[in-house]
Structures are given as structure tokens and as C-alpha cells.
């Protein structure tokens, strides 16, 4: 709770890895319409942010972000993932890919 573990694999092999963010920071982009910094935040404060960044979105006439078709792609994933199991961990192809 209140880590980022973010890991960016485009960075020189030497340097990559996972680094931990503080997400209760105060330059934390969600960090600042919450308490001050140090106090925890939970679960369904995810939430709340999700819902800002969707109505923002829709205040600026812009697609909000994952979109749909995001999440299809997720589902798409996990669904080669459920196949993938229950046939003795065959390589599936995921639709669309």
C-alpha cells in the first residue's frame, strides 16, 4: 500500500530494474487532494482517482484513459491465460494480437 513498484525495461541493462514510488508524496500527482504526506492511503482511494481522471475526461471531451478497448485487450489476455492452464500450459495466441 502506497508503493509503485515500476520497473522500465527501455532504460540501459545496467540500470534497469524496479525502483519504488512513493505515492504519498506530496508531488505525487493524486498525493495532493488527500491528507498530508505520510498518512496512508487505501484501496478504495484508487477509486476516487479513477473516477477524477473519468469525469475530468469527460469535461475536456477527450477519451478517457484505459479505454475500452484497453480493457477488451486485458480480457483477451486473461481469457489465453484460463485456456492456456487448462490445456497443460499450451502457448495460445491472443486474439487480436
Known amino acids: 500500500m502506497n508503493d509503485l513498484w515500476f520497473h522500465d525495461h527501455t532504460i540501459d541493462s545496467a540500470e534497469h530494474g524496479f525502483r519504488r514510488v512513493q505515492v504519498t ?13 505520510g498518512h496512508g492511503l487505501g484501496y478504495e482511494h484508487a477509486f476516487v482517482h479513477e473516477m477524477k481522471d473519468f469525469l475530468e475526461a469527460i469535461a ?11 480493457g477488451l485487450r ?12 487448462a490445456e497443460d500450459s499450451r502457448f495460445i495466441t491472443v486474439e487480436g494480437s
Not at 25 to 37: C, K, R, V
Not at 60 to 70: I, K, R
Not at 74 to 85: K, N, P
Open 25 to 37: 508524496e506530496p508531488d505525487h500527482p493524486y498525493a495532493g487532494a488527500w491528507w498530508p504526506p
Open 60 to 70: 475536456a471531451g477527450t477519451d478517457p484513459a484505459p479505454s475500452f478497448e484497453d
Open 74 to 85: 486485458v480480457q483477451r489476455v486473461l481469457a489465453a491465460v484460463e485456456q492456456s492452464a
